[in-house]
T-cell receptor
Framework: KAGVTQTPRYLIKTRGQQVTLSCSPISGHRSVSWYQQTPGQGLQFLFEYFSETQRNKGNFPGRFSGRQFSNSRSEMNVSTLELGDSALYLC???????????????FGPGTRLTVL | GEDVEQSLFLSVREGDSSVINCTYTDSSSTYLYWYKQEPGAGLQLLTYIFSNMDMKQDQRLTVLLNKKDKHLSLRIADTQTGDSAIYFCAEADSGGGADGLTFGKGTHLIIQP
C-alpha cells in the first residue's frame, strides 16, 4: 500500500505570493492533518480534515487555509507569504478521526517551502 | 496548555542501548507516540502506547510509561548507525488527537563508532 504522498517536495516563493500544497493520504484513510515544522517552533498543528470538513484548526492566522476533496486528498493554501512561513509542511493521514489506535497518524515526506 | 518536553541531544556508542526520555503535562493523554525523522525526510511512526499500559516491546524498541509521573521513555537496544535521527515524542488527547498531536522538540540521537 502506498504511503502518504505530498507534492511538490520543494518550493521557492517570494514574499506576498501565495502557495498551494497537495497531500494524498494512504488509500482508505479519511482524515488528513497538516503540520508546520520550523527549527524554532518545532512541529505545530495547522488543521485537520475529515470527510471534506475541517474539524479543528491550530493557532495560525487566516492566511493558512485548506480543503479536502471527496477522494480524501487535501490541499493547503498560504496567501500573502511571509519570510516566517518558510518551513517543512507535513501532511499526515489516519483511518478515522474519532479516537483510538486506528487513528494513528502516518506522515508524508513533507514539502519544503522557502520564502525569499 | 499541553506541553511535551524532551532533551535535545543524546550521544551513545554503537552497540549500546539508547534511552530517550519525554515528559508531558496533559493528564488526559490517551495515546503517546514515538516518531523518527531522518534528515530531509518526514516522520516515521516507530511505536505507540495506550495510556493504560506501562510497557510495550517491539523488537529492539521498548516503551515505558509512568502515568503517575507523566514520563515516557523509548529504549533502543543494540543501537546502530542507522538509528541516527531525531526522535519525537507526541501525545494525543482524549479526543484521539482531534486537536492534532502535540510534539516535543525532538531528541537528536548521535551514534559514536
Amino acid at each position: 500500500k502506498a504511503g502518504v504522498t505530498q507534492t511538490p517536495r520543494y518550493l521557492i516563493k517570494t514574499r506576498g505570493q501565495q502557495v498551494t500544497l497537495s497531500c494524498s493520504p494512504i488509500s482508505g484513510h479519511r482524515s488528513v492533518s497538516w503540520y508546520q515544522q520550523t527549527p524554532g517552533q518545532g512541529l505545530q498543528f495547522l488543521f485537520e480534515y475529515f470527510s471534506e470538513t475541517q474539524r479543528n484548526k491550530g493557532n495560525f492566522p487566516g492566511r493558512f487555509s485548506g480543503r479536502q476533496f471527496s477522494n480524501s486528498r487535501s490541499e493547503m493554501n498560504v496567501s500573502t507569504l511571509e519570510l516566517g512561513d518558510s518551513a517543512l509542511y507535513l501532511c499526515a493521514s489516519s483511518l478515522m478521526a474519532s479516537g483510538g489506535a486506528r487513528d494513528t497518524q502516518y506522515f508524508g515526506p513533507g514539502t519544503r517551502l522557502t520564502v525569499l | 496548555g499541553e506541553d511535551v518536553e524532551q532533551s535535545l541531544f543524546l550521544s551513545v556508542r554503537e552497540g549500546d542501548s539508547s534511552v530517550i526520555n519525554c515528559t508531558y503535562t496533559d493528564s488526559s493523554s490517551t495515546y503517546l507516540y514515538w516518531y523518527k525523522q531522518e534528515p530531509g525526510a518526514g516522520l516515521q511512526l516507530l511505536t505507540y502506547i495506550f495510556s493504560n499500559m506501562d510497557m510495550k516491546q517491539d523488537q529492539r524498541l521498548t516503551v515505558l510509561l509512568n502515568k503517575k509521573d507523566k514520563h515516557l521513555s523509548l529504549r533502543i537496544a543494540d543501537t546502530q548507525t542507522g538509528d541516527s535521527a531525531i526522535y519525537f515524542c507526541a501525545e494525543a488527547d482524549s479526543g484521539g488527537g482531534a486537536d492534532g498531536l502535540t510534539f516535543g522538540k525532538g531528541t537528536h540521537l548521535i551514534i559514536q563508532p
